[in-house]
């Protein structure tokens, strides 16, 4: 079983940088693939970043070149530094580990934490 806990998030201008972090616990997660989606009222979960095992990491259209994803595995927490905010970047931002299959889909993810919100204000 692997817990995961998200904190960071808040209330930011637009043009302004958060960095989120996901500290988990359980289980080392040096050998697991690890990703971070969010979702805003009314919307489905959106896939933002991706960062497997070996480091690659993968990113949603939409927060390519803004926000960074990375790892500290001796840590075991996950980052998310986002950059350049925008409004439309406000959601609940969550963590998640172990796809079985494809890194951009919700379903694939066998374990999440509760989210932190992100608000970001025009």
């Known amino acids: 079983q692997v817990q995961l806990v998200e904190y960071g998030g808040g209330l930011v201008q637009a043009g302004g940088s958060l960095r989120l972090s996901c500290a988990a616990s359980?289980?080392?997660?040096?050998?697991?693939?690890m990703a971070w989606f969010r979702q805003a009222p009314g919307k489905e979960r959106e896939f933002v970043a991706a960062?497997?095992?070996?480091?690659?990491?993968y990113y949603g259209d939409s927060v390519k070149g803004r926000f960074t994803i990375s790892r500290d595995n001796p840590k075991n927490t996950l980052y998310l530094r986002m950059n350049s905010l925008k409004p439309e970047d406000t959601a609940v931002y969550h963590c998640?580990?172990?796809?079985?299959?494809?890194?951009?889909?919700?379903?694939?993810?066998?374990?999440w934490g509760q989210g932190t919100q992100v608000t970001v204000s025009s």
């Open positions: 998640a580990a172990d796809p079985k299959g494809t890194y951009y889909s919700s379903d694939e993810y066998g374990y």
């Open positions: 359980g289980r080392a997660l040096g050998s697991h693939d």
């Open positions: 960062i497997s095992w070996r480091g690659e990491t």
